[in-house]
C-alpha cells in the first residue's frame, strides 16, 4: 500500500492528479475495509504540498465552476457507495474516459468553459467519492493548460473535493477509524513521492504535459474498468 501511494504521489506531483489512479485498487484490493476513507486521507494531505509551491497559479475562476459541479456529485457518489454497485459505475465511468481520450488524441479540443468545467467537476465527484479515483475528467480538461496552472488549480480542487467526501462519507457512516487510521500511515510514503516527482515535473514541463495527461487518463480509465470488473 505505501509503494503504490508512493507512486501515485510521484504521478500526482508531475502531472496533476493520478494518485488514485496507481493507490486506490491496490488498497482496494489488499485491505479492501479502508476504502475509500483511506485514499481520500491521502488525497486530502498531497495537494497540501503542490499549494505551498505553486498555488499562485490556481485558476480561481475554473475551479469554482468545478466546485459546483463536484458538489451535487459528491452526494451521488456517497449514495453509490451506499446502494449501488460500484462496479456498474466504474466500467461505465472507465469507457466514457477511453472515449474522451480517443477523441482527444486525434485532435479533437475539450473546450475548457462554464459547462465542461462543471460537468468534468460532477463526474469526478461521482467517482472521486464511490472509488477514489476522480483525477482524469479535469485532467481532461485542463490537458491544454500549462504544467503548473494544471497542478495548481486540480491540487485546489482534490483538497476541497477530498474534505467534502471524507464528510459526506463520515454523514453516511462509512468512514471506519481504521480507514483513518490507514490513512495517515501512508502519509510518509506520499512525502517521500512527492519530492522525488521534482525531476519528472521539469521533464513534463517542457511542452509534454498534455500527452502525459493523456496517457495517464487512458491507463485510469483501463484501471477502473478492470477494478470494478474484477473487484
Known amino acids: 500500500m505505501g509503494l503504490s501511494v508512493f507512486v501515485g ?38 495537494p497540501l504540498f503542490t499549494l505551498a509551491a505553486e498555488w499562485r497559479r490556481v485558476d480561481w475562476r475554473g475551479l469554482g465552476f468545478a466546485v459546483l459541479g463536484r458538489i451535487p456529485g459528491s452526494f451521488l457518489g456517497g449514495l453509490v457507495v451506499v446502494y449501488v454497485s460500484t462496479r456498474a459505475l466504474g466500467v461505465l465511468v472507465g469507457a466514457m474516459v477511453l ?39 479535469m485532467g481532461l480538461v485542463y490537458q491544454n493548460a500549462k504544467g503548473p496552472q494544471i497542478r495548481a488549480t486540480l491540487a485546489m480542487f482534490f483538497l476541497l473535493s477530498a474534505a467534502q467526501s471524507l464528510g459526506i ?42 500527452g502525459a495527461i493523456l496517457v495517464l487518463a487512458g491507463v485510469s480509465a483501463l484501471s477502473l474498468i478492470a477494478q470494478s ?3
Open 9 to 46: 504521489a510521484i504521478a500526482q506531483g508531475a502531472i496533476g492528479f493520478g494518485m488514485g489512479l496507481v493507490a486506490a485498487p491496490v488498497i482496494t484490493m489488499l485491505n479492501p475495509s479502508v476504502m475509500p476513507g483511506a485514499i481520500q486521507v491521502v488525497n486530502f494531505t498531497l
Open 169 to 210: 462519507l463520515a454523514l453516511l457512516g462509512k468512514l471506519p477509524a481504521q480507514a483513518l487510521t490507514s490513512g495517515a500511515l501512508l502519509i510518509p510514503f506520499l512525502v517521500v513521492g512527492f519530492l522525488a516527482s521534482g525531476p519528472l515535473r521539469r521533464f513534463l514541463d517542457g511542452g509534454r504535459v498534455r
Open 99 to 137: 472515449i474522451a481520450v480517443g477523441l482527444t488524441a486525434w485532435a479533437v479540443a475539450v473546450p475548457r468553459n462554464g459547462w465542461t468545467l462543471t460537468g468534468a467537476g460532477f463526474v469526478s465527484g461521482i467517482t472521486g467519492t464511490a472509488t477514489g479515483i476522480g483525477g482524469p475528467p
Open 229 to 231: 470488473t474484477w473487484g
